[in-house]
């Protein structure tokens, strides 16, 4: 029965993502057949003193296979994804865009990797000029565990942090490349934790 396989897909990421972040301390879910969880776990970011906020991850993206093209396929890309947000707080805007961006892929016969940008016509995030959305992968030995132990029939599963950037960002990575770009959040000590109010670099 598709329920009863999507319930015990759920259930083994959701281990896997309690095994290294705990008990989640909010779910987030969906009530359409199919529709994926989002669970909300407790974070304290800072390596000293305190930076709390949340690890929010999708459950449910990674039942489907994403529409890769043959050559990508062949170079080892993955075709199966779950999205991560770090953000302070798991509002109801923060999490409709998540289950969005997770739903994306099927309804467009497309697929999100590493660098891949998704810009809106409209900002997504009110009191947040940037309108978006670029995808990496995870730089927190902890998250990137979750990644290394993520399998769906026997395919790897590609975790993808998500982040807002701006026009002017959006348009030095189309001109420079990405590489250029994560060197320069690298200088600029670009925060873990999204913040709406962050200025642009450019």
Same mark, same amino acid.
């Given at each position: 029965?598709?329920?009863?396989?999507?319930?015990?897909l759920?259930a083994h990421?959701?281990? @896997?993502?309690e095994n290294?972040? =705990? $008990?989640?301390e909010?779910?987030?879910?969906? =009530?359409?057949?199919?529709g994926?969880? @989002?669970?909300?776990f407790?974070r $304290?970011?800072?390596?000293? +003193? %305190? =930076?709390?906020?949340?690890v929010?991850l999708?459950?449910?993206m990674?039942?489907?296979?994403?529409?890769?093209?043959t050559s990508?396929?062949?170079k080892?890309?993955k075709?199966?994804?779950?999205l991560?947000w770090?953000?302070?707080?798991?509002?109801?805007? @923060? #999490?409709?865009?998540?289950?969005?961006?997770?739903?994306?892929p099927f309804?467009d016969?497309?697929w999100?990797?590493?660098?891949?940008r998704?810009?809106?016509p409209?900002?997504?995030?009110e +009191?947040? &000029?940037?309108?978006?959305?670029?995808?990496?992968?995870p #730089?927190?030995? %902890?998250?990137?565990?979750?990644?290394e132990?993520l399998?769906v029939?026997? $395919?790897?599963v590609?975790i993808?942090?998500?982040n807002? #950037?701006?026009?002017a960002?959006?348009?030095? @990575?189309?001109?420079k +490349?990405? &590489?250029p770009f994560? $060197?320069m959040?690298d200088?600029? =000590?670009?925060?873990?934790?999204?913040d709406?109010?962050?200025?642009?670099?450019?």
């Amino acid at each position: 029965m598709p329920g009863a396989e999507t319930t015990s897909l759920n259930a083994h990421r959701r281990a @896997i993502y309690e095994n290294e972040l =705990d $008990d989640p301390e909010y779910s987030f879910a969906d =009530d359409r057949s199919g529709g994926i969880e @989002i669970h909300a776990f407790g974070r $304290d970011f800072a390596p000293v +003193g %305190t =930076d709390e906020g949340y690890v929010l991850l999708t459950n449910g993206m990674s039942d489907r296979r994403m529409t890769l093209p043959t050559s990508h396929r062949e170079k080892g890309e993955k075709q199966r994804a779950e999205l991560m947000w770090y953000v302070r707080e798991p509002t109801p805007e @923060i #999490i409709v865009n998540l289950r969005w961006l997770a739903e994306l892929p099927f309804m467009d016969a497309t697929w999100f990797g590493f660098g891949h940008r998704v810009p809106m016509p409209t900002p997504p995030v009110e +009191g947040c &000029d940037f309108r978006t959305f670029l995808f990496l992968t995870p #730089i927190i030995e %902890t998250d990137q565990r979750i990644a290394e132990a993520l399998m769906v029939e026997n $395919d790897p599963v590609e975790i993808l942090t998500v982040n807002l #950037i701006s026009d002017a960002e959006y348009r030095f @990575i189309k001109e420079k +490349g990405l &590489d250029p770009f994560l $060197d320069m959040l690298d200088e600029e =000590d670009y925060p873990p934790i999204f913040d709406a109010k962050r200025k642009s670099y450019l």
